[in-house]
């Protein structure tokens, strides 16, 4: 299945996820803007990123990391989206402090994912494949951390949970989705010490997993 493929089918469960939320939700729903922006976010988060899909499970060194991380977040994604609209309805659609707040998180996220996806290029992949790099990348948001994709990942997701107030749901996403990335940083950086030896693990005493070295 083609990359493009992939992602047009990612897009359809969306709409299909937010047709549901609006079909069978509060009529007032539909006049919420919260959710829109929901919807252009996430529609740029599947865009700039490779194709992906939670039936495969990738090469035998990626050890099902894709996969976890997948279910994951779409998992907590999926909660916080019927906690807010089934059990919050209308005061999780309410502009307060705590949704600005979540807003600008899932926003810089975002930013920060899109332009590690960008920067990498060719040598992103959604599986562990450190064979796709022919060098180790230190430069652009890999320059500040190591996995900047992951991080900006993190915030994507947890400050969406957050932009949602959905209050139940946001301890889960605090706990699982860090332990799913964690589980796949230790697996890719073996790959990538076991492919670059020395260099990459230079690097890593030089620079930080997920936050700046001082």
């Given at each position: 299945m083609s990359a493009s493929t992939k992602k047009a089918i990612s897009l359809i469960q969306m709409c299909m996820l937010y047709g549901l939320l609006l079909w069978f939700g509060p009529e007032a729903l539909r006049a919420m803007p919260n959710l829109y922006v929901l919807v252009g976010v996430g529609t740029i988060a599947i865009l700039y990123q490779p194709g992906f899909s939670a039936l495969e499970s990738g090469p035998s060194q990626d050890r099902g990391t894709a996969a976890q991380i997948l279910w994951t977040i779409q998992g907590t994604q999926l909660l916080a989206h019927l906690e807010a609209v089934f059990v919050r309805f209308p005061s999780?659609?309410?502009?307060?402090?705590f949704a600005w707040s979540g807003l600008v998180v899932m926003v810089a996220g975002l930013l920060v994912r899109t332009w590690s996806v960008i920067h990498l290029g060719a040598a992103f992949t959604w599986h562990i494949d450190p064979d796709a790099a022919d060098e180790v990348i230190t430069t652009g948001p890999f320059a500040v951390v190591r996995h900047p994709s992951y991080a900006g990942a993190f915030f994507l997701y947890v400050g969406a949970v957050v932009f949602l107030q959905a209050w139940w749901t946001l301890p889960l996403a605090l706990i699982g989705i860090p332990i799913a990335f964690a589980r796949r940083i230790r697996w890719?950086?073996?790959?990538?010490l076991e492919r670059f030896g020395d260099r990459y693990a230079e690097y890593s005493r030089r620079v930080g997993a997920v936050f700046p070295k001082l």
């Open positions: 999780s659609f309410e502009w307060t402090a890719e950086e073996e790959a990538l």
